[in-house]
């Protein structure tokens, strides 16, 4: 039997923390919701909740970097974010890193080709910019055996 990934995705942002999770198999991210960032204790809380009730095993989050590669000033932000979180969950989680550039416009890339437009992909956009964060993390893992 092979070693399944349940992973959940983190497109971390000030005012909205968009989170996708992985399918059973690791195969596949999905949208699952979009946590209001401004209140930083309930965001934790909220995605603890989410990594322990659905087990997960990795949690990966977007890096943001500037265009030049250089991180941007919400890479500070973000690294404080996953340091507090990493303190409220069990060390056998691992934590990964994503280059996030292009994930937001990706994901409007794709809404739109599904007939949405921006004012109304505005609730879900974080949350897919957090599928194409964990789908890039996704596509990277070796091949299960199945």
Request: hydrophobic residues 40%.
């Amino acid at each position: 039997m092979s070693e399944w990934t349940k992973a959940i995705g983190i497109d971390y942002g000030l005012a909205r923390i968009g989170l996708a999770v992985s399918d059973d198999i690791g195969l596949l991210a999905h949208p699952l919701e979009t946590v209001p960032g401004k209140d930083r204790e309930g965001a934790l809380a909220r995605i603890c909740e989410l990594i322990k009730s659905r087990e997960i095993n990795d949690v990966v989050v977007g890096l943001p970097l500037h265009m030049s590669g250089d991180e941007s000033d919400t890479a500070k932000s973000m690294r404080k974010f996953m340091v507090d979180l990493k303190k409220l969950l069990p060390d056998s989680i691992t934590f990964h890193e994503v280059d996030e550039r292009y994930s937001t416009s990706d994901a409007m890339a794709k809404l739109h080709e599904a007939g949405r437009t921006a004012k109304n992909s505005k609730p879900i956009l974080d949350q897919a910019a957090a599928v194409e964060i964990l789908q890039r993390w996704l596509d990277e893992q070796p091949d299960k055996a199945w």
